[in-house]
């Protein structure tokens, strides 16, 4: 059959959580800065024919990554939890969910649910009343895409993930992170509450020539901050665990913001502030 990516979950703001303490120059303003580099979301993308040893890779695989936001504020799109059902050890943001419970209806909150793993709703294809916008990423294209790819946002003065004023005060700031925002509740404050980031893989099978296609969205509280993912290399660099692919670490001890498991979410959003 043909060769299929697989987008793991999007996972950690990559925030160099040390500080730098560059002291950055202006000439015309004469200011020195206290700040870090600015944080990053990375996506994990990993081929699901990694472990095969001929033919399962993708040639030219291109990545595209869509924001979508709601028109208006009082229509919300519920998150991607009944897509999750199959990744048991998948965690969320205490904070996202928190954001995503604040703006869902009561109906939608007290839906009677067979399932934990879920409300029923999925956030896979846009509703009408979304506005996409790209997100620019590093390395959207792979001429040759074996296992595992990188893929990053960096969240500077140009990223369309950040509150306006946020963008404003990095180019205020030389194009660094403030010091004092150097925190999981610093970054997710800056963020702009989006709705669902859609990101689409194409590319062409090696063994087949046919076109490849996966697509994965995900919603704010797939967004994890001060966490980095778990190594899937085993047999030296050979293969990859698949149980790993949502498995996050804090990146330092107390850099991570609290995580939900899947198994807790629905109790968590159904509970009362």
């Known amino acids: 059959g043909n060769a299929v990516a697989e987008s793991g979950s999007l996972k950690g703001f990559c925030n160099q959580m040390m500080r730098?303490?560059?002291n950055v120059f202006d000439e015309e303003k004469q200011t020195t800065f206290d700040a870090t580099p600015c944080p990053v979301l990375e996506f994990r993308i990993v081929n699901e024919l990694a472990n095969t040893h001929k033919g399962g890779e993708l040639i030219n695989a291109e990545i595209k990554c869509v924001i979508?936001?709601?028109?208006?504020?009082?229509e919300v799109v519920e998150p991607t939890l009944q897509s999750q059902r199959n990744l048991p050890r998948?965690?969320?943001s205490q904070a996202g969910l928190s954001a995503l419970k604040r703006?869902?209806?009561?109906?939608?909150?007290?839906?009677d649910n067979s399932n934990k793993s879920g409300f029923g709703g999925s956030i896979g294809n846009f509703s009408r009343n979304i506005n996409p916008d790209e997100l620019t990423v590093t390395q959207p294209v792979f001429p040759y895409f074996r296992q595992i790819w990188w893929v990053r946002h960096v969240l500077d003065e140009n990223s369309n993930l950040l509150e306006p004023t946020a963008r404003y005060r990095?180019?205020?700031?030389?194009g660094l992170w403030p010091a004092e925002?150097?925190?999981h509740a610093g970054v997710r404050n800056c963020l702009l509450d989006f709705d669902q980031i859609i990101v689409t893989l194409s590319a062409t099978s090696a063994s087949s020539?046919?076109?490849v296609f996966s697509q994965k969205a995900y919603s704010y509280a797939d967004v994890v901050i001060g966490y980095k993912f778990a190594d899937m290399v085993i047999d030296g660099r050979q293969k990859l665990d698949f149980r790993y692919i949502n498995d996050v670490v804090e990146q330092a001890p107390g850099d991570g913001?609290?995580?939900i498991s899947i198994d807790s979410v629905q109790d968590f959003m159904t509970s009362a502030e």
């Open 20 to 22: 730098s303490n560059e």
């Open 257 to 259: 913001e609290p995580l």
């Open 90 to 92: 998948q965690r969320f």
């Open 103 to 111: 703006k869902m209806s009561p109906a939608i909150l007290s839906r």
């Open 170 to 174: 990095i180019a205020q700031n030389g």
């Open 209 to 211: 020539a046919s076109t």
């Open 68 to 74: 979508g936001r709601m028109e208006s504020p009082d």
């Open 181 to 183: 925002w150097s925190s």
